[in-house]
């Protein structure tokens, strides 16, 4: 195993150590755990809280800032964060006006969250949650009962953080959240296996010629392994999955992501996004708006995934919204 | 070779159609290879042109736009653009204010760029090129004459379009280009070797526990090879490195950059900048700004590159300038 660590056991804290002394505009309480902005909203609004294991960079810490989430809890790489570390985040940047939980559904994501909300509650934290589940690849796994979360969350994070800061209520945050999620399908595709550092070796085998086809962000195994094919053909199949699965029709406008997973050139990922930005041409589906680059990552793996997410005027609205994160900024 | 692409010989065509079908605020010209912004400044302004071999991506297309660049010259993977095509690019961004090159210190780089100014001129057209070698590895081998160019690329493009912006003559952006460079040392460390789609193979073999200390981004081979070693270990070494060679002094700021190679995880390149600003503090160098992330690639190498730039407040101010660019944005 090559990475730039000092030991397996201590990759969280100090990367929160280098999270805290490269962004100011942070404030990252190593201990607990928790990231947050270092200036308070000038007025009360609804809080954004999301969180999932480590190993995703730049989801979720990276996406902490205006137009976005309040707070971010990583836990352990591909392990849940704790409920306590969820509730230390919610008391944290809660106004009064609520919070709103941005979860990916793994078992382990979803009840540790749940337990803290319940927690948040008992405090009189007003708490709503999404659930993200766009991962059309596998329902039920080892690690999910139903679809996984993966590259939406982005514009869950995004649009409903954009909601929240122009002041509306939970309710409304938490229903446009949950629009984008039903908006939105995903399928990913693995050159390679991350390399886990705890466990020192790859994930999983895949042969010098072969791909993996509907991947999860943590390895998890896909529909099937295939031969690697030119990058038009995959994107291609990977574009026709998402729409299998998706409401789209010919006329429809999407929001568009081609994802690294963490190994991948950005100059293969434009590739892929030419490729797909052509087959989606031969649906008759426009891209309204497009992302290209690491978000959603897989440590080390080799890869892509793609999300589309149907967009109406209202959302691209959101979108469009100022936003000033580490990983995410517009003006 | 596992790499999401149509053929070795359609790599830079393909990928620049996936970046004009991203990015409707540039304009790519894909026959002659030039990407500029898609509007053009309101006044007559200092037009700044880099370019390159591709695969080290997002320079420099990904720096095209309002505060740094007006136009990029992608060449094909590790191979230098050639003179029409530099020329094309000045031809279509000069506003009769003139036009500045910022040219990595690279052989092919070096005499094509040449050429294309002597040719500009011949047109009238007044040009003036800031060379970047901040690479402290190497001096002189069979890639170039002196330094090679590395991370203070983005530091040069960044803070000379902030000065071009603001309407300065080019007399004036040369100079604060070449002050930036001056101010400027690197360092890069691989953990893996890059794979060039037309040879199918890593450029050079790495035993699985050893890293190349002093690499160059095109692979080229550096000061030694040692095993790899704890990332607290290798930033001091990094950091002693780049001091060694600059004239940092207690008390002095400085901008850092961590830059991945491009298939090293972002959660990694955080650690590295931990363990940097853990090593500067200890020299009595204040971090003055910061940015970690994917900026000068080498394709699909893993490792990173250390630049320290010494700043006072008036490149600070220029640092922190307005830039809405597909790869570096502030308001």
Redesign the interface.
């Known amino acids: 195993m090559?990475?730039?660590?000092?030991?397996p056991e201590s990759?969280l804290a100090?990367?929160?150590?280098?999270?805290?002394?490269?962004?100011p505009e942070l404030a990252v309480d190593v201990p607990n755990r928790v990231i947050t902005r270092a200036v308070r909203p000038a007025a009360p609004k609804v809080a954004l809280v999301s969180g999932g294991g480590?190993?995703h960079?730049?989801l979720h810490g990276?996406f902490v800032g205006p137009g976005m989430l309040d707070a971010a809890c990583p836990g352990e790489?591909f392990t849940s964060p704790v409920p306590d570390q969820v509730l230390t985040a919610a008391r944290a940047v809660d106004s009064g006006a609520g919070v709103l939980l941005v979860v990916k559904n793994y078992t382990g994501d979803v009840m540790n969250f749940r337990l803290a909300a319940e927690l948040a509650a008992e405090e009189g934290i007003e708490v709503r949650t999404v659930l993200v589940d766009d991962d059309v690849a596998v329902r039920d796994s080892t690690w999910t009962a139903g679809r996984r979360g993966t590259g939406a969350t982005v514009l869950v994070e995004k649009i409903a953080g954009a909601l929240a800061e122009r002041g509306a209520p939970l309710a409304e945050v938490a229903a446009v959240g949950e629009r984008v999620n039903a908006a939105s399908r995903s399928f990913a595709v693995a050159?390679?296996a991350a390399t886990v550092p705890a466990a020192g070796k790859p994930g999983f085998d895949l042969p010098?010629?072969e791909?993996e086809v509907g991947v999860g962000i943590h390895g998890e195994p896909g529909r099937r392994r295939e031969k690697?094919r030119?990058?038009?053909e995959?994107a291609a199949e990977v574009v026709d999955t998402v729409l299998a699965d998706h409401d789209l029709a010919a006329g429809d406008e999407v929001i568009a992501l081609?994802n690294g997973l963490?190994?991948?050139?950005?100059?293969?990922?434009?590739?892929?996004?030419?490729?797909v930005?052509?087959r989606l041409a031969e649906h008759g589906v426009t891209?309204a708006r497009?992302?290209?680059g690491?978000f959603v990552?897989s440590?080390?793996m080799?890869?892509?995934s793609l999300t589309l997410t149907k967009a109406d005027a209202g959302l691209l609205e959101l979108w469009d919204a100022?936003v000033?994160t580490?990983a995410l900024?517009?003006?």
Do not use: M, Q
Request: net charge negative.
């Open positions: 090559k990475k730039l660590i000092n030991s990759v100090d990367a929160l150590a280098g999270v805290a002394a490269a962004h480590s190993g960079e730049p990276g790489v050159l390679t010098e010629d791909i690697l030119p990058a038009r995959l081609v963490g190994g991948t050139p950005l100059l293969e990922l434009y590739i892929v996004f030419g490729e930005a052509a891209i497009s992302l290209v690491n990552t440590l080390d080799a890869g892509f100022p000033a580490p900024h517009r003006s």
